[in-house]
């Protein structure tokens, strides 16, 4: 099998080094290159595109807008020159990719703008005035009027005069808290910058800066802080205007800005945070440069310039942004497109590319905004080894497929001025300039499945293509997966100078498809330019990633063992890395699952409810949280040892009884229906009341309270996130009282035609696989079937990112009902979607691309439920590695059916 697919390889890298660069004069004749320059020569540069098929000119101010008018010209801009590029210049390149165009990046250093970045320590030229927290006139603590902020002024060693700004511990954060002091500026404001010396915390690791003018016009920046003390620093240049203004900071009139406030703002805090700041200094310092412009550093927080409505300018970018200086044991040239091959000699310090882009703040709704922002398929032609045998790519092609940029491509190149001597580079560079202004190209690929009538079910493969061309352009495209095991092909006429999608049809799954390891290889051929994408699906190399990614994310949240800011959620997590730890002998994983369910365990209320990870202080408590992480109680106890089978086992008892307070029993239902009316939404008999609520989600119509109240109205989701663990728990106690309460679940969700979405299949599955009722489970089976399973092939494209990516919780469910329901070709269909979706590393939707990004500051990951999601997508991938791994481990208690 590796030699036939060695052969493919070699044969579609022949096609393509045969015809990838052989356009036809009809097609386009040379390509224009402009190397933009501020001053210094370009004759080096020039070098590097010699030949018959290439045009150079150079590019400057006067005439860059009239070149980037044509998106087919490249814009290049070279090595060894600090650019400092204007804010004029830089919306000239956002039209550019705006419009398609193409750019390539030899700078590493093009896009920070000016040396004086917030990434490292900055010249001073002059300390204009440090403020002084003794200065009990001119220095303010001012907190909104809910904030439930503490100050204190305290001694901390080796530091001076130390404000603390902290949090209660039982209380939820209220509003916000700011030591200000009066400020006079007659300079240049885009010279000056705030300094603090900040120690922060783990969940308040975001300092907000705002200065304000007398008019109460106010303009806000942002840093970040860490556990240590740490300078930070706010450049007046990266402040932006808040509310519905055009003013920059710099056309701001010096003379009236009045003062400075320095704190934390309520919008960049996790609502159960915990813990201080100290703020030990405060300077306002100024660059000792004549202008300082705004940085790409501010794309990072633009979903919190967003939260606080500022004026967030749409023309910032910077790909380099968030990259690494890396020392190489070895780089390579890779990538078969270009077939070039070889070794690089290079030293010293380079600039390994970003894979991610750290960013701060967000929400579900966002999600897909900011992913939309980042969609590229990336296309790598150098790479790097370092010391710790980590792979960096140092070269590189970003092609856009969504978003504003969509069929714009960035070339970007970390490599230092020397490594251009070497003719490999010029000949890369030319065969890439060729490639990015002719060659249609295959900008992303999505699944689908169509009914081929009579059962039969095809697995269908999306390609999205962007044709440069002013013409039409006929192409051939042909799909090899899985070594021949899937494949298709079609031919398609390409529209001029837009996106085109086409399907091809690649039959049915077989039974005997390798989901756990394969490869996709895509070939389009073309008179115009060949594309050839190639990729290597590894569940179990996904999983590795994701393990290392949750034992991250444990050790930097705000609760120590929880990996996210919801607790519902990180039963996923925990299952998965169990059932990963076993799989790989790893203990380091299974410890992690373990900690998560002691820390559950232990923090139990005294009456059985399982805290949230959110609205704790506010002792609110859901049921179907609390059936949720008892469903991992559940599960994790039939893996464990004896003492923590007692212990979780105990602790899931203690909830049923907790939960079942919450039934809506017939007596309780006629209560409900007196209370609220006949009709009134949530008195369903069988349905569970959403638990302990701070505010009405029925009707939103009673009053919010300021601590949690029994609310026994429910919805149908809070019957469906719960009613799993009930079957599971009746298997290893031999209870008949969890068998009848699981019983009544599968009645009541039968009877009322209840979804099969979201969390449901799971509970479903649970049902199907512990109840013991031959019958229930019959009908249990039949709704997998007729609700579930049939409606596998009319999920949308990248089903699994719907409703805040919550559909990715349906992949367990699916795996299962493949093995044990129904092994089809829609089934199989449907999970090579999901794994293809969620491993592949060309595709920018995937979890291997966007669900493993860490963020750096506690508000990303506390409010981003829809990153979460995707990230929980490992214990679907789980159960393709390893069958029935996140299920029950069934050693005891097995001869209880009755």
């Not at 393509?16 to 402009?34: A, E, Q, R, W």
């Not at 497109?337 to 390994?352: K, R």
């Not at 609110?620 to 106890?637: E, R």
């Not at 009341?689 to 309270?705: A, E, F």
């Amino acid at each position: 099998m590796k030699h036939k697919r060695f052969l493919v390889s070699l044969v579609l890298a022949a096609q393509l080094f045969c015809t990838s660069f052989l356009f036809s004069d009809s097609i386009k004749s040379k390509v224009n290159i402009g190397i933009y320059s501020t001053g210094k020569s370009i004759s080096e540069t020039e070098k590097l595109f010699e030949g018959s098929n290439f045009e150079t000119l150079l590019v400057t101010n006067d005439n860059l807008s009239d070149f980037c008018s044509d998106p087919s010209n490249i814009l290049v801009l070279p090595p060894g020159q600090i650019l400092n590029i204007k804010t004029e210049i830089r919306k000239i390149i956002h039209s550019h990719l705006s419009n398609s165009g193409n750019l390539i990046v030899l700078n590493p250093k093009a896009f920070a703008f000016d040396e004086l970045t917030l990434s490292g320590p900055v010249e001073i030229e002059q300390i204009v005035k440090t403020l002084d927290f003794a200065d009990k006139q001119n220095c303010k603590l001012v907190k909104g009027a809910e904030s439930n902020f503490e100050y204190t002024l305290c001694d901390f060693p080796r530091e001076n005069e130390v404000l603390q700004m902290g949090l209660p511990d039982q209380e939820a954060v209220e509003g916000s808290a700011f030591v200000e002091f009066p400020v006079k500026i007659e300079d240049d404001l885009s010279k000056f910058v705030v300094q603090a010396r900040v120690k922060g915390h783990t969940q308040l690791d975001i300092l907000t800066v705002r200065v304000f003018d007398e008019n109460g016009q106010s303009w806000v920046g942002f840093a970040e802080l860490t556990s240590d003390w740490d300078d930070c620093q706010v450049a007046f240049a990266d402040m932006l205007p808040e509310g519905e203004n055009e003013r920059a900071v710099n056309q701001a009139d010096p003379s009236k800005i009045n003062k400075i406030q320095l704190g934390i703002d309520s919008n960049t805090v996790w609502g159960e945070a915990s813990g201080s700041i100290f703020i030990s200094e405060i300077k306002l310092s100024s660059f000792n440069r004549s202008r300082y412009p705004l940085s790409g550093n501010i794309i990072r927080y633009r979903k919190l310039y967003e939260k606080v409505n500022a004026d967030f300018p749409d023309w910032m970018f910077d790909p380099l942004r968030d990259s690494k200086q890396v020392k190489p044991e070895e780089a390579y040239f890779c990538n078969n497109l270009f077939n070039i091959e070889g070794s690089m000699d290079v030293s010293g310090t380079l600039t390994a590319l970003p894979e991610r882009y750290e960013t701060a703040g967000g929400n579900p709704e966002t999600f897909i905004q900011v992913i939309k922002s980042h969609a590229t398929r990336r296309i790598p032609f150098i790479k790097m080894v370092d010391s710790s045998g980590i792979e960096h790519s140092l070269a590189r092609l970003d092609i856009y497929s969504d978003g504003d940029y969509a069929g714009a491509s960035v070339a970007l190149f970390g490599l230092p001025e020397s490594s251009y001597q070497d003719r490999r580079v010029s000949l890369l560079l030319q065969r890439l300039a060729m490639y990015m202004a002719n060659s249609p190209k295959i900008l992303d690929c999505t699944t689908n499945i169509k009914d081929a009538g009579n059962g039969k079910y095809d697995f269908q493969y999306r390609v999205y293509v962007h044709n440069p061309q002013s013409d039409k352009v006929k192409s051939l495209f042909h799909l090899d997966i899985a070594d021949g095991t899937l494949s298709g092909r079609t031919n398609k006429t390409l529209a001029a100078g837009k996106i085109t999608e086409l399907d091809i049809n690649c039959g049915g799954v077989p039974e005997d498809f390798p989901f756990t390891k394969f490869n996709i290889t895509l070939n389009m051929r073309s008179a115009a330019g060949n594309d050839l994408l190639s990729e290597d699906i590894d569940i179990e190399k996904t999983l590795e990633k994701t393990a290392k990614h949750f034992i991250h994310l444990q050790s930097v949240n705000f609760m120590d063992a929880a990996y996210t800011h919801w607790f519902y959620g990180d039963v996923y997590a925990a299952r998965m890395m169990r059932a990963f730890g076993e799989y790989t002998n790893n203990q380091n994983y299974i410890n992690s699952a373990m900690r998560w369910a002691h820390m559950i365990a232990a923090t139990q209320t005294e009456d059985g409810a399982f805290i949230m990870g959110y609205g704790m202080r506010r002792r609110m408590y859901f049921v179907g949280d609390n059936g949720s992480i008892s469903l991992a109680m559940v599960q994790l106890a039939s893996h464990g040892k004896e003492y923590e089978k007692k212990l979780f086992l105990d602790a899931a008892e203690k909830n049923f009884d907790w939960i079942e307070q919450f039934l809506v029993t017939p007596e309780r239902s006629e209560q409900l229906a007196e209370e609220f009316g006949e009709n009134a939404k949530g008195t369903t008999v069988g349905y569970y009341g959403i638990g302990m609520v701070c505010k009405d989600y029925v009707t939103d119509i009673l009053p919010d309270t300021e601590f949690g109240r029994p609310e026994y109205r429910g919805f149908s989701w809070t019957l469906a996130c719960s009613m799993g663990f009930r079957p599971g728990l009746a298997r290893l106690t031999g209870d008949s009282r969890y068998l009848e309460s699981a019983r009544g679940d599968a009645v009541t969700y039968i009877e009322n035609d209840l979804t099969t979405t979201g969390y449901a299949p799971e509970g479903l599955v649970w049902l199907h696989e512990y109840l013991y009722d031959d019958q229930l489970r019959e009908e249990v089976r039949k709704m997998l079937v007729n609700k579930f399973i049939e409606g596998l092939p009319n999920y949308p494209e990248r089903f699994w990112l719907k409703s805040g990516s919550r559909q990715t919780l349906i992949m367990p469910a699916l795996v299962y009902c493949m093995h044990h329901i129904e092994n089809s070709q829609r089934t199989r269909a449907a999970v090579l979607r999901t794994v293809i979706g969620l491993c592949g590393d060309y595709s920018p939707y995937s979890m291997l691309r966007v669900g493993l990004n860490v963020h750096k500051c506690t508000f990303q990951p506390a409010n981003n439920e829809s990153l979460m999601y995707l990230r929980f997508g490992a214990m679907g991938l789980m159960e393709v590695l390893e069958p029935d791994s996140t299920m029950l481990k069934m050693n005891y208690c097995d001869d209880n059916e009755e």
